[in-house]
């Protein structure tokens, strides 16, 4: 079809409410721009598509209807597309970090702009910190942000017992997410990154992470590429100057657990007296997932003794057992 009649076909299919129809031409339309080199406008017509809210539904089925690479040996899925609907202001972290956060969603939006002065928007970016902190919730915050799906990724999934097939398992991977625009997140990164001087470490392992590296100095599509890791301190030298940004990640302040204690005992009906003020200093070192855990510890308490009101010794008594539990795993014993 010419330009023309592309353009009539969606009029047509938009006007009979015919999504696949609509979806299709769009694509084809698409096409079009990306053969006549018009990569700026491609790529703004894309994420229109799928960011326009009458075909966000089929927007999903398209793309999950893409063939999911699965490992060679044991036929296990390599990925996963995840879909969410969060709220940025439910993310709960120090302001800077949430400004780093912004910042990437405002240049993606605005890549068009900033292609016009030859400048890239951040395309790879390191999440470190302790486990916990909110890596993992980041990324999906800045999915549902962008409205585009989550491509889940956990390097224990990749690496083979064959270790010659971990690099296929790689490759599977970063075929799939340059053909299309995605939030991927490659979770516990730090077990492909490991440093390769380490004397410890199988030959193997080393060139795993050499191919890695090239991969992701090559990689060219539109995604939005996340690394996750706890452990920075184990990560190769070479890994960091891949990376367009790196956001650190620090345990909760005092001010920031009584936020999160409030957010995550929104569910349950609270007695008046009780003082997320005190909950706040007494989980001092606890992450936003730990605290998750100690409020829903304290609600299935309430719930299970049959009262509609938590009170504050339900709490106290919830945080109390997750500090004994972190001194029992840090000691190997019970704390007498």
Request: one cysteine or more.
């Amino acid at each position: 079809m010419t330009n023309s009649e592309l353009i009539k076909q969606l009029f047509l299919s938009f006007n009979n409410k015919d999504n696949e129809a609509f979806i299709q031409t769009a694509r084809e339309y698409i096409e079009r721009e990306k053969r006549k080199k018009h990569t700026i406008v491609a790529k703004e017509l894309e994420k229109a598509l799928y960011q326009s809210a009458c075909v966000s539904n089929n927007a999903k089925r398209f793309k999950q209807s893409l063939p999911i690479p699965r490992d060679t040996e044991k036929g296990f899925p390599l990925l996963e597309i995840q879909h969410f609907e969060q709220d940025f202001d439910s993310l709960i972290l120090s302001s800077y970090t949430k400004d780093q956060l912004e910042r990437i969603v405002r240049e993606f939006k605005d890549a068009d702009i900033l292609a016009t002065y030859n400048l890239s928007y951040k395309k790879k970016i390191l999440l470190c910190g302790d486990p916990g902190t909110g890596k993992t919730f980041s990324a999906q915050i800045i999915s549902s942000m962008l409205n585009i799906p989550l491509v889940y990724i956990r390097f224990d999934a990749i690496i083979s017992s064959y270790l010659g097939e971990t690099a296929g398992n790689l490759r599977k991977v970063f075929d799939f997410i340059e053909n299309d625009t995605w939030i991927v997140l490659f979770d516990e990164f730090d077990i492909i990154g490991k440093n390769r001087d380490d004397a410890y470490e199988h030959g193997e392992i080393k060139r795993v992470v050499n191919n890695f590296l090239q991969m992701l100095d090559n990689f060219k599509g539109d995604s939005i590429l996340f690394a996750a890791t706890n452990h920075q301190n184990m990560l190769d030298s070479a890994i960091w100057r891949r990376f367009d940004a790196v956001i650190d990640y620090v345990l909760p302040d005092e001010e920031a657990r009584k936020k999160l204690f409030e957010r995550f005992l929104r569910p349950i009906k609270r007695d008046k007296k009780i003082n997320l003020s005190k909950a706040a200093i007494t989980s001092q070192g606890l992450s936003p997932a730990d605290i998750k855990m100690v409020t829903e510890e304290a609600m299935k308490s309430v719930i299970i003794d049959a009262r509609n009101i938590l009170e504050m010794g339900d709490l106290e008594t919830a945080i109390e057992q997750f500090i004994r539990r972190e001194k029992i795993k840090k000691n190997g014993q019970r704390d007498e």
